[in-house]
C-alpha cells in the first residue's frame, strides 16, 4: 500500500473524534443518494461504519482502510506510491477535500466563513494579521479562514516537554518519565522543566 504511515495518524485522529464520528454514524451523508464519483465523505463514512459496526467479531484487530487510500489517490496522485509525505500537508488537503465535497460540483461554496460543513465547523477558524506602519502608526487589518495554528518553540534547539498529571507528577510515557524510553532526561539534550505544553502555547 507504499507509506501511508502520515494517513494513519491522521485517519485515527478522525475515527476518536467524537464530533465527526457522530455527523457519520447518525448518517449526516447519504451514501446512497451521493452521486459524485470519488466522494471523501463516502468513503471516510465507509470507514466508521466499519470501524463501530457491532458485527466486528473483534475491535482490537487492525483495520485496513483499503478503500478510503484508493479514494485518497484517485482525488490527488501526489498521495499515491511509496514516498514519504507529511501528516500536516494530509490533514490540509483532506479538510479542503471534506470542505469542497459537501457542495455539489456545480455549486461550490463561495463564502467560507459562513460556511456549514463538517470541516469548517469543527476545526476551522479564523486568524487576525495587523501590520502597523512605523512611521504613521496606521494599522493594516487582514481576516482570513484558517484550519490550523502553526506554533514556534523558541529558544533551545533540542526541547523537552515535560507532561504533568496536574499533580507534578510525570506522565508515564511522557519524556521525563523512565517508563518511555529506559534512559535519563540527558539522552534527549538539554531540558527545562518548566516547559510544559501549556507554556509553549502560552509563548
Request: a negative charge.
Amino acid at each position: 500500500m507504499g507509506n501511508t504511515c502520515y494517513m494513519s495518524s491522521v485517519l485515527q485522529s478522525l475515527i476518536h473524534n467524537p464530533i465527526v464520528r457522530n455527523h457519520y454514524l447518525s448518517d449526516a451523508h447519504h451514501v446512497s443518494l451521493c452521486d459524485r464519483q470519488n466522494c471523501i465523505h463516502c468513503t471516510i463514512n465507509n470507514v466508521f461504519s466499519k470501524m463501530y459496526t457491532p458485527s466486528r467479531l473483534d475491535p482490537a484487530l487492525a483495520f485496513g482502510p483499503t478503500e478510503f487510500i484508493s479514494t485518497i489517490w484517485k482525488i490527488n496522485s501526489m498521495f499515491a506510491g511509496t514516498d514519504q509525505q507529511d501528516s500536516h500537508e494530509f490533514l490540509i488537503f483532506l479538510l479542503n477535500a471534506m470542505h469542497s465535497h459537501h457542495f455539489p460540483e456545480e455549486a461550490p461554496c463561495t463564502d467560507e466563513k459562513r460556511c456549514k460543513c463538517l470541516a469548517h465547523q469543527v476545526f476551522g477558524g479564523e486568524s487576525l494579521s495587523q501590520i502597523t506602519c512605523a512611521g504613521c502608526r496606521a494599522v493594516n487589518e487582514k481576516e482570513e479562514m484558517m484550519f490550523d495554528l502553526g506554533l514556534q518553540i523558541r529558544g533551545k534547539s533540542r526541547v523537552m516537554l515535560n507532561l504533568t498529571n496536574g499533580k507534578g507528577e510525570s506522565v508515564k510515557g511522557s519524556p521525563t518519565s523512565p517508563s518511555s524510553s529506559g534512559g535519563s532526561a540527558s539522552e534527549f539534550g538539554e531540558s527545562n522543566f518548566g516547559d510544559s505544553i501549556q507554556d509553549c502555547l502560552d509563548r
